[in-house]
């Protein structure tokens, strides 16, 4: 099988992680034509990507997120040609050598144009980094999802996401609007707006920090809210929330989030983190708060 296969990749200050990502890439069954590295870091990892030969770096003095780095890296991804573009953070790592193979072999063999691996906790090989819905309940399982083999229409962007370049052409690059924390949930919703077929390979993973502590469950295991484990990731996830729920029309989800964060903070008697979620939320749905967190001004 000979395709050609650039990589996206995006770093801020995790040279040592960055080191074992770009070896793992490098050890892949397939070799990939180029790694686009954007590098957004308060220190430069211009020398650590100087001593791989297919890096193709690009330094960032302004902090872009993780969907400005991304777009970055993508558009030169995209530009060198390749018919596929592999993305990745730099605190992911393969799973295993025929990584790739796997996925393009799978996504060839399904005729899609984006497939994305099984995202497993680091140190915890039996579990999901983030949660799948299978018959309703949440599940961190990773042999829960595997039984299913592939999973349509559904997929944890961007760490280890294959996607034929010319989906971008399709549904545009990632928003850098949204800076970080749901970047990934408006890609997925172009995509499915776009008609563009993707799922979730069982058959192959990458592993990722995982977020076990950030899902909080309301009222039994079928309802579940996010709480990020900082004010900086607290603040993006609950604006993109509500401007998702705005831009989509998502109906739906404004019940869930709305129900699910009173059910959460109320109960508790957390008044400080109710009003903080309402405060970014509410600027979500009114199309505000976009931009450096300490220029906000709602």
């Known amino acids: 099988m000979t395709v050609?296969?650039?990589?996206?990749?995006?770093?801020?200050?995790?040279?040592?992680?960055?080191?074992?990502?770009?070896?793992?890439?490098?050890?892949?069954?397939?070799?990939?034509?180029?790694?686009?590295?954007?590098?957004?870091?308060?220190?430069?990892s211009r020398e650590l990507a100087s001593s791989h030969p297919k890096v193709d770096y690009v330094r960032s003095e302004a902090n872009l997120g993780g969907a400005g780095g991304f777009a970055l890296a993508i558009l030169k991804a995209v530009a060198s040609g390749?018919?596929?573009v592999w993305i990745m953070d730099d605190d992911a790592e393969p799973g295993d050598p025929a990584c790739l193979e796997t996925l393009v072999r799978e996504a060839e063999a399904r005729g899609l144009d984006a497939v994305v691996p099984l995202v497993v906790a680091p140190g915890h090989p039996d579990k999901l980094s983030f949660f799948f819905r299978i018959d309703g309940k949440v599940t961190h399982e990773r042999a829960?999802?595997?039984?299913?083999?592939?999973?349509?229409d559904v997929g944890h962007f961007f760490n280890g996401a294959l996607i034929r370049s010319n989906v971008f052409f399709k549904v545009g690059v990632p928003d850098i609007r949204l800076f970080i924390r749901g970047d990934e949930v408006d890609f997925m919703i172009r995509l499915?707006?776009?008609?563009?077929?993707?799922?979730?390979?069982?058959?192959?993973?990458?592993?990722?920090?995982?977020?076990?502590?950030?899902?909080?469950?309301?009222?039994?295991?079928?309802?579940?809210?996010?709480?990020?484990?900082?004010?900086?990731?607290?603040?993006?996830?609950?604006?993109?929330?509500?401007?998702?729920?705005?831009?989509?029309?998502?109906?739906?989800?404004?019940?869930?989030?709305?129900?699910?964060?009173?059910g959460y903070f109320l109960p508790r008697g957390d008044f400080r983190g109710l009003a903080e979620w309402f405060r970014a939320f509410s600027a979500g749905l009114r199309d505000k708060g976009f931009g450096p967190l300490e220029d906000q001004k709602f």
């Open 192 to 262: 499915r707006k776009a008609g563009i077929r993707f799922g979730t390979v069982a058959t192959a993973w990458i592993s990722h920090p995982h977020a076990f502590s950030e899902t909080k469950h309301v009222f039994g295991a079928r309802w579940h809210v996010i709480v990020p484990d900082s004010a900086f990731k607290r603040y993006f996830y609950y604006r993109n929330r509500g401007y998702l729920i705005r831009r989509y029309r998502r109906g739906k989800s404004m019940v869930a989030d709305v129900g699910g964060y009173l």
């Open 144 to 152: 829960e999802v595997e039984k299913a083999g592939f999973l349509p």
């Open 4 to 44: 050609s296969v650039a990589v996206a990749a995006v770093t801020f200050d995790r040279p040592g992680e960055l080191a074992v990502l770009l070896d793992a890439i490098n050890k892949q069954s397939m070799p990939v034509d180029t790694i686009c590295l954007v590098d957004s870091g308060t220190i430069p």
């Open 82 to 84: 390749a018919e596929w």
